[in-house]
């Protein structure tokens, strides 16, 4: 089930990505993670067997990482051993991925961002667009669990209290953090329309 229609999933493809930025290389993001893509954390969220097929499959180069030993070209990694084993992701993303590839895992996301708030918020679907996609933005910055803290801004948004959930928003260390990222969100929140 999809919370956003395919003209708000690719304004909040284009507002991430504004966000987060979009590097192919694994860098470490602010909190010392290594990170790719659009801000997929491969130490905490990682690949999933799929995510991991695609990129083998998209590229022969990665073939190798399959190898347990270069020595013995018979015993191979499964897609499983390598998911779950943050080293092994790394190891395979270690000379990049392309922008369609960070595309593909931002999609993912966006998904997985979109089902865990209609699992967790029961008033989500009453929203307009905008309100979804300021949820969807901080969701995908802050985990689901990050976002569930957030407790007197969901409470408000719940009731329709707009403005007091972007106040919510500007006074929490998150947006002392993320700066103009939360500005932009509060000011979509309080007026509903994109910023």
């Not at 957030?150 to 409470?155: T, Y």
């Not at 993320?178 to 309080?190: E, F, K, P, Y």
């Amino acid at each position: 089930m999809s919370l956003l229609n395919s003209k708000y999933k690719k304004i909040l493809k284009e507002l991430l990505i504004k966000h987060e930025g979009l590097v192919c290389e694994i860098y470490q993001c602010s909190v010392g993670k290594n990170t790719i893509g659009v801000g997929r954390n491969l130490d905490a969220q990682g690949l999933s067997i799929k995510e991991v097929e695609a990129l083998i499959a998209n590229n022969n180069h990665r073939v190798d990482i399959l190898h347990k030993d270069n020595n013995n070209m018979s015993e191979m990694w499964t897609l499983a051993e390598i998911a779950n084993d943050s080293e092994r992701v790394k190891a395979l993303c270690q000379g990049g991925i392309t922008t369609d590839e960070a595309l593909y895992l931002l999609d993912n996301d966006i998904d997985l961002v979109q089902s865990q708030l209609i699992r967790n918020l029961n008033f989500i679907g009453r929203l307009d667009d905008v309100r979804k996609l300021v949820l969807c933005d901080m969701a995908f910055n802050l985990g689901i669990t990050g976002l569930l803290k957030f407790k007197r801004m969901l409470k408000a948004m719940e009731l329709g209290n707009y403005s007091m959930a972007a106040d919510e928003m500007l006074q929490s260390k998150w947006a002392k953090q993320v700066g103009q990222r939360a500005t932009n969100l509060a000011d979509m929140m309080r007026q509903g329309v994109i910023h």
